[in-house]
């Protein structure tokens, strides 16, 4: 009885207010998540470009970018959007690297059936370029992104210039549903994809956990970019905080340990290749 007459005036405050109520999470939607190829970098003195602390040999590395697709029953998430797909077929080349990008986010959608307007959230772990190059394809989700970071980028604060705020600009100026998360968060409210909160590389940094039914994922976002840096505590020089860094991956690995996860170093070949190869998903 108390249940049923507090039901009714749940429902009597929200026709009064005119809000509606939350939709009800579905923790029995079926949970996958595809790995999307999303550029390829040649980093040409990657000692000197990751390390603040002369940890690693001079010489050119090649890592990867990663971007993700996750369908929670018929609700869908494309967590970061990697570089701009103005560089499909053509590489861009500088002193420091070379960025390759070989397909772009809405052919690797189109070949799963996925149209980019059914993209219900963009999450993306951190403003830099090669995070959220083609996050202007989705125009009609919801941006999720830490809040130290939205306020980084509206503020022009340090390393961000007219091409970062460009790729946000639908966001940033009112276009677009925007969220600036500013702890962990739970995107489709029944706790299996948690953004988590790991500032340090930028100031409002997130990794993602999923939770499959075969067992949860970290997704890393850049709190690590190859498997070195986990056993040296590597922080590259560019990093916002030294501090907040070390502690996030404090945090990160021990959540990792905890939860018994499978982590993905985004950037990292070999992490990448533990998810099953595109098309295919992790369920």
């Known amino acids: 009885m108390l249940k ?42 990657y000692g000197a470009f ?33 570089l701009s797909d103005a560089l499909v077929e053509k590489p861009l080349e500088n002193a420091a690297q070379r960025l390759t990008l070989r397909r772009s986010i809405a052919d690797q959608l189109r070949e799963l059936k996925v149209r980019p307007e059914q993209v219900e959230f963009i999450g993306i772990s951190h403003w830099h370029f090669d995070h959220t190059g083609q996050a202007g394809r989705f125009p ?7 809040r130290g970071d939205l306020e980084h980028l509206r503020n022009r604060g340090a390393g961000v210039n007219d091409a970062a705020v460009a790729a946000m600009a639908h966001w940033l100026t009112g276009g677009g549903q925007v969220e600036g998360v500013a702890g962990d968060h ?72 905890n939860l018994k996860a499978k982590v993905v170093i985004q950037h990292e070949p070999a992490d990448i290749a533990k998810l099953p190869a595109f098309p295919r998903a992790a369920q």
């Open 186 to 257: 739970d995107v489709f409210g029944d706790g299996r994809v948690m953004m988590l909160k790991m500032p340090g590389h930028t100031p409002g940094h997130s990794s993602l956990l999923v939770r499959l039914a075969s067992g949860p994922v970290l997704l890393t976002g850049d709190l690590y970019h190859f498997t070195e840096q986990v056993a040296n505590r590597g922080v590259p020089p560019f990093n916002h905080d030294r501090a907040h860094t070390l502690a996030s991956m404090d945090r990160f690995d021990r959540m990792a340990k």
């Open 50 to 82: 990751f390390s603040d602390a002369f940890q690693y040999p001079a010489g050119p590395k090649n890592i990867v970018g990663s971007c993700y697709l996750i369908r929670h029953g018929q609700r869908y998430m494309v967590w970061d959007t990697g």
């Open 4 to 45: 049923a007459r507090f039901g009714a005036a749940l429902a009597a405050f929200l026709a009064l207010t005119g809000l509606q109520a939350p939709p009800t999470p579905n923790a029995d939607a079926p949970l996958s998540l595809w790995r999307l190829d999303c550029g390829e970098f040649l980093i040409k003195q």
């Open 140 to 146: 009609q989700a919801k941006l999720l992104i830490g």
